[in-house]
C-alpha cells in the first residue's frame, strides 16, 4: 500500500487553535463533549480519533454520534441531564465577555437596567458552570471580550463560586480559555487567569495589550503545539474539509 500524500502547507492559525481546543479535552475520559462553535467542534472531533476515544459527542439534541457524525447513541433527556448535574460533561461556550477569575457573560452589554446591546441572555450558562467543567472559546481575542470586570454574569467564575460556598465549587471548573491569540488557565494561588501559550506567530505583548486586566504571565510562554501532520490530514480531508474553521479564524 502506497504511503499518503503529504499534507501541503504550514498548519494556519485556525488550525492551532483547533489543536488548542482540542487539548482541553484530554484526560477527561468519558465525559460529554459539548462544543460550542466551529473551532471547538472540529477541536472536539479530533480529539474522539486521536488521543480521547472515550469521548462522547453529541448532535446538540438527543444523538450520540461519532466524528463523522453517524449515530452511534441516544441520549434522552433524562441521561443529559444526569450528565450536565453529575460532573460528566465539559462544555466549550463562547464568551462575549470574560474576566480575569473566569466569570463571563453573554447576555447584555452595559448597564443591566439600559443595556447598549442585548445578546443571547443567560441561557444555560449558570448550570454549566456550577454543575460541569467549562471552557471557553474566544475567536477575536480583544479588551471589549477580555474586560475587568463583566457587566454581567452569566458563566460564574472562581471567585463568586468560592463565595457561593461548597455546594457551588464540587463540580466547577474552568480547564481552559481558547483564543485566536492564545491559550489560558487559571492555575495561579488566587485562581485568576493564565497565559499558557502563545499561538505561532502572536507575541506575548500582543495578548497583554489586547487584554484590559493583568495577566499572570510565566517568564517563560512556549508557543501552541502545531498539529501532527496526521492531526492535519485528519483536521483538513476528514473533520473539515469545507474549511469552516478559518471562517471564524482570521489568517
Known sequence: MNAPAPVSGNPTRAEHCVIACAEAWRGDGEVLASPMGAVPSVGARLARLTFAPELLLTDGEATIVGPDGAAEGWLPYRRHLTLVTGGRR?????????????????????????????????????????????????????????????????????????????????????????????????????????????????????????????????????????????????IREVIDPSGTRDREVRA
Open 90 to 234: 465539559h462544555v466549550m461556550m463562547g464568551a462575549s465577555q470574560i474576566d480575569r477569575f473566569g466569570n463571563q457573560n453573554i447576555s447584555c452589554i452595559g448597564d443591566w437596567e439600559r443595556p447598549s446591546r442585548q445578546l443571547l441572555g443567560v441561557r444555560g450558562a449558570p448550570v454549566n458552570t456550577l454543575n460541569n467543567p467549562v471552557s471557553y472559546w474566544v475567536p477575536r481575542h480583544s479588551r471589549r471580550v477580555f474586560v475587568e470586570r463583566v457587566d454581567m454574569v452569566c458563566g460564574v467564575g472562581y471567585d463568586r463560586a468560592a463565595a457561593a460556598g461548597p455546594s457551588a465549587t464540587r463540580f466547577h471548573r474552568i480547564p481552559r480559555v481558547v483564543s485566536d491569540l492564545g491559550v489560558f488557565d487559571f492555575a495561579t494561588p488566587d485562581r485568576s487567569m493564565r497565559l499558557v501559550s502563545v499561538h505561532p506567530g502572536v507575541t506575548v505583548d500582543q495578548v497583554r495589550e489586547a487584554t484590559a486586566f493583568t495577566l499572570t504571565v510565566p517568564d517563560d510562554v512556549p508557543r501552541t503545539r502545531s498539529p501532527s501532520p496526521a492531526e492535519l490530514r485528519l
